[in-house]
């Protein structure tokens, strides 16, 4: 009942706002969500003039934490990468669920800081550059900050980080139970001053145990300190709320009206659903009002999905002189209009909606490849006539080291991803192809290798708990030493894996397999899908080497799709 009493009050409070309301000027634009499509999750921005710059987590992948710019909240460019330098870190021996979790990017006099957490090792840190697209500094790290998704604020000529951490005396009341800490740094050696003081206990309201108070920020605004922070865990009770105070040390009042933002109490059943929203961050957009950058999913059914957590946006709202995310009485909707220009960014992907492109390898990486863990330049080489070669390693991607892996995201329900590959096996031990990856347990890889001293096809799955994996489809080749095409397609929980020998008639390996083993909710983790080039020689030694001329990708999810 109290949700229902808080749905009719927010309605009626926010009736009259224009949301998805047609454009009523020139200067008009649409924000299609997600604005990052694909595994972008916990999105932190800051603005900079008429300048966004925003980043995501990147858990255990290389580089870490992409940099977007954009300048109307709905084109981004990818301009770089936080951590892009093995001597920064790197993720051996880690999960890929592990590694860097929740970054939060900040400005101020001329400086750029960003926050992150190195889960399981060392902690919290700060880098700071003075061009986001980098090059960042190496870390300086916070050991007096103990806990995870460090923010910064800057309040005159003071610094401070809050966080999320133990609750007192390190006693939990329940499962969940967690803080929002509060710490001064020298703003020159961004070292801790003093002791931390605690601003929130468990949550909103203590005695309903509420769980996981995470990814804090502070926001000043009117004469008031706005904390606001996820709620409820980073799944299906995801929410976010807010607290204020007329002193940044406190007390913080929580909003009567918490959660203001979202989605556990829509039907379960409603069509093209968005849940999980949470973890936002606010920012002033080009027309002077305050939008929330935040993640959320789009499940295919119940909670399953492949693409990750994304990065969605929603206007807004001041009431009181408190913030409401305006998704709409439906929720967060797939777009919104604003009445302000759109600016485009020559040269850049498109990264919301449907689309399609192909990368090519003559001179650099596209900047939004991922490696697995760490980056080693000796792993591969680029040219016009042979595209990407990589060295066949030992490594699989079955384990916790760097194989020959280079992955981009799977950003759709509904896709293709092509390649085509050069590649001659010296044994059954080598194979080289595209494998379609949510974690070292959870994948499937379409390759060229030989079965009985004979070239053949294989789709290959992971086994979870066995370190071979298990051979589902095998197909004859022509040649040993051809080319070959190779293609997956994904269907939200079915996947398919095709081949050609040339580039016109494609044979289909196996249809329809399961596309919920890929998924979060089996694999469990943070993370979502990627489709990789990858080579393995399985453990044994090997100076073979396999060339892939180029990735075609095409995203076609219906939501975006005109009905006709």
Not at 98 to 103: I, V
Not at 107 to 121: E, F, P, S, V
Not at 372 to 384: A, P, V
Not at 488 to 494: F, H, M
Request: with cysteine; aromatic share 12%; hydrophobic share 35%.
């Amino acid at each position: 009942m109290k949700n229902t009493k808080r749905s009719l009050w927010l309605t009626a409070a926010l009736a009259g706002a224009l949301l998805g309301a047609p454009a009523a000027s020139a200067q008009s634009i649409t924000l299609t969500n997600p604005i990052l499509t694909g595994f972008y999750p916990d999105p932190s921005v800051v603005k900079v003039g008429p300048d966004y710059y925003l980043v995501t987590s990147t858990f255990s992948y290389f580089p870490g934490i992409p940099v977007f710019h954009s300048q109307d909240l709905k084109n981004w460019r990818q301009v770089g990468n936080v951590i892009s330098r093995p001597s920064q870190m790197n993720f051996l021996g880690d999960r890929m669920t592990r590694g860097l979790f929740a970054p939060a990017i900040d400005y101020h006099n001329g400086t750029y800081y960003l926050t992150c957490t190195l889960i399981d090792r060392k902690g919290n840190f700060v880098v700071t550059a003075k061009n986001p697209a980098g090059p960042w500094s190496d870390p300086i790290w916070l050991p007096e900050v103990k806990g995870i998704d460090p923010s910064l604020f800057f309040d005159n000529d003071k610094v401070y980080v809050i966080y999320n951490s133990d609750p007192p005396d390190n006693k939990p009341l329940y499962d969940g139970h967690r803080s929002i800490k509060i710490m001064e740094l020298d703003p020159v050696k961004l070292q801790s001053i003093g002791e931390a003081r605690m601003l929130v206990n468990g949550g909103v309201d203590l005695s309903k145990k509420p769980v996981w108070i995470e990814a804090p920020h502070l926001l000043k605004r009117n004469g008031w300190y706005y904390l606001y922070a996820a709620e409820g865990g980073t799944s299906v009770n995801h929410t976010e709320v807010v607290f204020r105070a007329k002193s940044v040390q406190g007390p913080f009042v929580p909003y009567e009206h918490n959660p203001i933002l979202t989605q556990r109490t829509l039907p379960p059943d409603r069509k093209n659903p968005i849940t999980s929203a949470g973890h936002a961050q606010f920012v002033e957009g080009p027309d002077g009002q305050t939008y929330a950058i935040f993640l959320a999913v789009r499940p295919y059914e119940a909670n399953y999905y492949n693409t990750g957590r994304e990065t969605f946006i929603a206007p807004v709202v001041w009431k009181d002189d408190w913030p409401i995310v305006n998704t709409g009485p439906q929720g967060v909707q797939y777009s919104y209009n604003a009445n302000y220009r759109e600016v485009k960014q020559p040269g850049a992907r498109p990264q919301s909606g449907n689309f399609r492109y192909t990368l090519t390898f003559e001179k650099q990486l596209d900047p939004a490849l991922l490696f697995l863990r760490t980056h080693d330049s000796t792993l591969y080489s680029l040219s016009k006539a042979a595209g990407l070669t990589l060295k066949l390693r030992p490594e699989t991607c079955a384990g916790l080291g760097n194989p020959a892996f280079i992955g981009k995201r799977q950003q759709h329900m509904y896709c293709t991803t092509e390649t085509e590959l050069n590649f001659t096996a010296k044994s059954a031990s080598e194979k080289a192809g595209l494998v379609v990856f949510q974690d070292e347990k959870h994948y499937y890889y379409l390759c060229k290798t030989l079965a009985d001293g004979k070239p053949v096809l294989q789709l290959l799955k992971s086994r979870p708990e066995a370190a071979e994996p298990e051979l589902l489809a095998q197909a004859p080749l022509k040649s040993a030493t051809g080319k070959v095409q190779l293609r997956i397609t994904a269907a939200a929980d079915a996947y398919g894996f095709q081949f050609s020998e040339n580039a016109k008639t494609w044979t289909s390996l196996k249809e329809k397999v399961d596309g919920k083993f890929l998924s979060t909710q089996v694999a469990g983790g943070f993370i979502g899908c990627l489709i990789g080039m990858y080579a393995t020689s399985s453990g044994q030694p090997t100076t073979s080497t396999a060339a892939f001329q180029w990735l075609k990708y095409a995203g076609n999810d219906p939501v975006y799709t005109p009905a006709k």
